[in-house]
């Protein structure tokens, strides 16, 4: 499969609590490349969490830290990389996710409520109904999550290494096959 690939790079996308960072791993490890979170990356830059940046620089601060990092890291190969849920909403990042492929994990918001229902570290969330907020950003961000290479819908019953597996089955389905001189 890597050898398919040739080094491009997997953007993982979709909602908070969707697996992007558990999959990633998996897929990394699976594939033989290297694994990057955004998120982990911003906040080993920043010294603070990301709760800490929303609050003390607000969302839009967030956002271009968030492309700054991506921009470095579509320069590099062989990795897979879990995005930060809202990293679709700035079209500059678009031109960096199309580097690599692109693949969507779309996770209903009754799963994703279950996953983040006890999670005190999306600052998205600290909000009188969490499950409306997310069912709000799932359906404003949708039309953007959906230009993905791949999307691949996770259900509940489904485990990590079954998503993985999901999603190398159908990497070659997006791959145009290369034509030898």
């Known amino acids: 499969m890597s050898s398919l690939l040739q080094g491009v790079n997997l953007y993982l996308i979709g909602m908070m609590g969707a697996g992007k960072t ?11 490349y290297g694994f990057l979170d955004t998120d982990s990356v911003i906040t080993q830059s920043a010294g603070r969490s990301i709760n800490q940046l929303f609050a003390e620089e607000g969302e839009a601060a967030f956002r271009q830290l968030e492309s700054d990092v991506l921009a470095q890291v579509c320069a590099y190969t062989r990795l897979t990389i879990a995005t930060g849920g809202g990293i679709i909403l700035r079209t500059e990042n678009w031109s960096y996710l199309h580097h690599g492929l692109v693949v969507w994990l779309d996770v209903p918001v009754e799963l994703l409520y279950t996953r983040l229902a006890e999670d005190t570290t999306r600052p998205l969330l600290q909000d009188a109904d969490p499950q409306g907020k997310l069912r709000s ?45």
Request: aromatic share 2%.
């Open 137 to 181: 950003l799932l359906e404003q961000r949708t039309p953007l999550y959906s230009q993905a290479d791949l999307k691949i819908t996770v259900r509940e019953e489904q485990t990590p290494e079954d998503i993985a597996n999901r999603v190398i089955e159908a990497i070659p389905s997006v791959l145009k096959p290369q034509v030898s001189q």
């Open 22 to 32: 558990t999959v990633g791993q998996l897929l990394a490890k699976h594939l033989g």
